[in-house]
């Protein structure tokens, strides 16, 4: 192979002497700022993070054997209940979720005395409109306030019950929704405010683009001046074998 | 006069609906917003016809680095950014913020790996690089027919969102929004060409943009938030979120409270509730920047300014220009979270956000149109930049490089209005069925251009030891695994279960599967290409010297 078959064979790794050279020198730097910005917080995210479970789920944890069991107190019924209310209250996709509501439905059925049981069970089959005047009365035995964000779920949280209990099939799953709904993973990247955000929301929806326009400012900057200098482009950045 | 004026507000307004109605029925104020600005893109349009084949195809090399970058920001600011990002946060929260990377990202590996290279090399389209870097007419073929499903996918999403933008202002079902809203685009995507478009693109900028910041002033100023730099004040809002806000006097336009539950889940990164996690995260972000670097539509913006160093200049403004909206557009899915936190205000179609919470958020009704109107204006601009790359891949590289060189500027002409309008009923089937949401159809169009042209444009820029076998090598690999994917996509929806569609599904996802296919694609180039013949020694010199300035050695 010539000298001159040898100078054309080139790679981003081998460039070829001069011009490219630079090039290559600078694109990797930019590359490398721009992985290391974007994939290295992430994983700095990802590798830092504890698990930072909400308090309800240790609740639901220490109430839930009683529910099985039949023999859940009233008390317990109550923050079961408010439980279920929150996670439905934050989560549309749960309001479609029958299992989960026939869970709330039956607990609030089985906290009440059993005298007022049988009117609830009509209430529930009745239409919604029926269903949300009756909020006031559900949301005062749940010692929840009337206007409370948790009282006004309590219409979508109602399901058609007949007072059967309900079937292991059902219970089966409440676990698993109430672990998947209520752990979360934290770290100080998440904690800590910046700017009124959380500092990992922000790096990532503010500065990522902010650090991707400087980089390519800084790129465009640095290589006008290598292409005038090595003679490819102009003064006025007009290339030297295709802008005529 | 000024009578006259509040009189016609007051009954627009009044025509337009109240803002509580957030169903699709027919709004005369936004509706005659939308009409109008599409009767100034067509008159706009005809005012730019194109007369031959070079004003068609590249704008006769004319535009600024400003007004390119204008434009790139117009076409690339499609109903999946202004629509579908806002929609994916809406439901999935910090997941939603890999689309935000992953489509800004990229225009770093394009700038610095692709744009000026590209430019010196001195074609007119993608086809003609790889078919000329490649010397294959075969590879031009197939990098024309790939170009044209990336812009089929891509403008499946896109005529989505025009169809639930129609149906959100006129009232009309979603088929009948989509099949009215491509014949619109179609109608001055024909008649104008590219030079009409890339002007017009920058009118839709301008559009897009004010529409989609005023909102965002308005509700920052309203709900107390720091209104002056709006990106900046919804960030205590997003905190708020995962704190909670209580019962207060602010309400929504349906009198609700300006409250929610705690929801830690809204910003917290991969979290359980979402159902994502960071493996997606990561593989999402990186197929979609990939694949920002392997669009041909976008690619192509850069024959249409004047000088090399224009090229990556116009990726700067570009990059720019596509930010603004990309910092404001959190900011509607966060404020969508609260106002539509009451269970009143029910389960929303995600891909409408922007506009749903604008209504929630009780803003004037002419101004909640002008929303719409710059969402469909975001669509139509990528649309018809989309149909102009699909057309002119089947006509200039498929039809005069292969199939009929004798061809004229006139027949050229007939073959890519054909196809445009071929291809817009091809879209409009494939949208009627609402597959996805918008912006996971886009991110198909992502992937496949991530695992198939991207390579393709890195090594044949940057390794002078790329050659044909090894070119068509790594083609196949990407077009073999985004078969793969896009079949398990389209048979689970259809309801069949192919073997392993967990495994798949998870790891060749329809909307990242780049990840594994483009350095998949790349390995297969390389091995095959050390296996081979080298490329001919004047594509080599040519390479090194003109794209790359090295020595002239004779």
Redesign the interface.
């Known amino acids: 192979m010539t000298e001159s078959e040898n100078m054309y064979n080139f790679n981003f790794f081998r460039p070829t002497p001069g011009f490219a050279q630079h090039n290559a020198r600078l694109i990797a730097a930019v590359v490398l700022i721009w992985a290391i910005a974007i994939f290295g917080f992430q994983t700095l995210l990802k590798v830092t993070e504890q698990p930072a479970p909400e308090a309800q789920l240790a609740q639901f944890e220490e109430i839930w054997p009683g529910v099985l069991a039949n023999n859940a107190s009233t008390q317990d019924l109550k923050d079961l209940s408010k439980i279920y209310l929150n996670l439905l209250g934050r989560h549309v996709a749960l309001r479609s979720n029958q299992d989960f509501k026939l869970g709330f439905t039956s607990a609030v059925y089985n906290l009440l005395p059993s005298n007022e049981r049988q009117e609830f069970l009509s209430l529930t089959n009745k239409d919604f409109g029926a269903i949300k005047t009756s909020t006031g009365e559900i949301s005062s035995k749940l010692d929840l306030k009337k206007d409370s964000l948790l009282a006004q779920v309590i219409p979508y949280a109602l399901v058609p019950y007949d007072g059967a209990p309900v079937s292991e099939m059902a219970l089966k799953k409440i676990p698993t929704i109430m672990q998947k709904n209520l752990m979360h993973y934290r770290s100080a990247l998440t904690d800590t405010k910046f700017l009124g955000f959380p500092f990992h929301y922000f790096y990532t929806a503010i500065f990522l683009l902010v650090l991707f326009i400087g980089l390519c400012l800084f790129y465009c900057n640095a290589i006008d001046k290598l292409n005038i200098k090595y003679d490819l482009e102009t003064e006025d950045g007009k290339g030297v074998y295709h802008d005529k | 006069m000024t009578a006259f004026v509040v009189m016609t507000s007051s009954s627009l307004a009044y025509a337009a609906g109240s803002a509580a109605e957030l169903d699709g029925n027919f709004k005369l104020g936004p509706a005659i917003i939308v009409i109008g600005i599409i009767i100034l893109f067509i008159v706009v349009g005809l005012l730019n016809k194109a007369s031959d084949t070079a004003n068609y195809w590249a704008a006769g090399r004319s535009i600024s680095r400003v007004g390119s970058g204008m434009a790139i920001a117009s076409n690339w600011m499609s109903a999946a950014s202004f629509l579908g990002m806002a929609a994916i946060m809406y439901g999935s929260g910090?997941h939603g913020?890999a689309y935000?990377?992953g489509w800004?990202?990229g225009?770093?590996?394009l700038?610095?790996?692709m744009a000026?290279q590209i430019?010196?090399f001195?074609k007119y389209t993608a086809p003609d690089f790889i078919g000329d870097r490649y010397y294959s007419s075969g590879l031009r073929a197939t990098t024309a027919i790939i170009g044209i499903l990336i812009s089929v996918c891509y403008c499946v999403g896109q005529f989505g969102g025009i169809g639930i933008m129609f149906e959100w202002v006129l009232g009309l079902p979603y088929l009948w929004s989509v099949i009215i809203g491509s014949s619109v685009v179609l109608l001055y995507t024909l008649i104008s060409g590219m030079l009409g478009v890339t002007k017009n693109q920058q009118i839709q900028y301008v559009i897009i943009i004010i529409s989609f910041m005023i909102p965002a002033f308005i509700m920052t100023w309203k709900f107390d938030y720091?209104w002056l730099l709006p990106?900046?004040?919804y960030?205590?809002?997003?905190?708020d979120i995962?704190t909670g806000i209580?019962?207060n006097e602010l309400v929504n336009s349906y009198g609700h409270s300006f409250?929610?539950?705690p929801?830690?889940?809204y910003?917290?990164?991969?979290?359980?509730?979402t159902g994502k996690d960071?493996f997606q995260?990561?593989t999402l972000?990186?197929s979609l920047m990939v694949g920002t670097a392997g669009l041909p539509h976008v690619i192509q913006r850069f024959y249409v300014v004047?000088?090399?160093?224009?090229a990556?200049?116009s990726?700067?403004w570009g990059?720019?220009f596509i930010?603004i909206l990309?910092?404001f557009s959190?900011l509607y899915s966060a404020f969508g979270k609260v106002l539509s936190?009451?269970?009143?205000v029910?389960?929303l179609a995600k891909d409408a956000i922007v506009v749903y919470t604008a209504q929630l958020a009780d803003i004037h009704p002419l101004i909640v149109g002008f929303l719409a109107a710059g969402a469909i204006s975001a669509a139509f601009s990528t649309v018809s930049g989309l149909l102009v790359a699909g057309a002119s891949g089947f006509s200039h590289d498929l039809y005069y490089r292969v199939f009929n060189p004798n061809a004229t500027s006139e027949q050229q002409m007939m073959m890519a209005r054909i196809a445009t309008i071929v291809m817009a009923i091809v879209v409009t089937v494939i949208a009627a069925y609402k597959l996805a949401l918008i912006a996971q159809l886009v991110a198909v169009a992502f992937s496949l251009a991530g695992c198939t042209l991207f390579p393709l444009f890195l090594l044949g820029i940057?390794?002078?030891?790329s050659n044909k076998q090894g070119a068509i090598a790594g083609v196949t690999v990407g077009i073999s695994i985004s078969l793969i994917a896009i079949a398990y996509f389209v048979a689970g929806k259809m309801g069949v279960d192919l073997p392993y569609s967990a495994f798949i599904g998870y790891y060749l996802n329809a909307w990242s599967f780049a990840w594994i296919a483009a350095p998949l694609a790349i390995l297969a180039n390389i091995v095959v290409s050390l296996m081979t013949p080298e490329p001919p020694?004047e594509i080599?010199?040519f390479?090194?010297?003109?794209v790359?300035?090295?020595?002239d050695?004779?």
Request: hydrophobic share 45%; with cysteine.
């Open positions: 910090y913020l935000v990377i800004t990202g225009y770093v590996l700038l610095v790996l000026s430019r010196r001195g720091f990106p900046i004040g960030g205590q809002l997003v905190s995962v209580p019962n409250a929610i539950l929801s830690p889940e910003a917290l990164p991969w979290d359980p509730s960071f995260w990561i972000s990186f004047p000088k090399v160093s224009d990556r200049w990726v700067v990059l720019f930010c990309y910092w959190p936190s009451n269970p009143e029910g389960a940057w390794w002078s030891g020694r080599k010199k390479l090194a010297v003109h790359h300035g090295a020595e050695m004779g």
